[in-house]
């Protein structure tokens, strides 16, 4: 399913990890431009145990 998830922030960007995990066509989009391209280049903004591994593995 394609999916798209507004703000990646502490609830945004884990639920589209989670569910990208899990099969998920998934797009992330924030207001925040710079957050966007910071989190392209692999930057994760936050701290969750495994959603480095999680938004590395499904970026791709």
């Given at each position: 399913m394609n999916l798209t998830v507004f703000g990646i922030g502490y609830v945004g960007l884990v639920q589209a990890?989670?569910?990208?995990e899990v099969g998920?066509?998934?797009?992330?989009?924030?207001?925040d431009a710079a957050k966007v391209e910071r989190l392209n280049q692999g930057f994760?903004?936050?701290?969750?145990?495994g959603l480095e591994a999680l938004v590395r593995e499904n970026h791709a």
């Amino acid at each position: 399913m394609n999916l798209t998830v507004f703000g990646i922030g502490y609830v945004g960007l884990v639920q589209a990890a989670v569910l990208a995990e899990v099969g998920h066509d998934v797009v992330c989009v924030d207001v925040d431009a710079a957050k966007v391209e910071r989190l392209n280049q692999g930057f994760i903004p936050i701290f969750e145990p495994g959603l480095e591994a999680l938004v590395r593995e499904n970026h791709a």
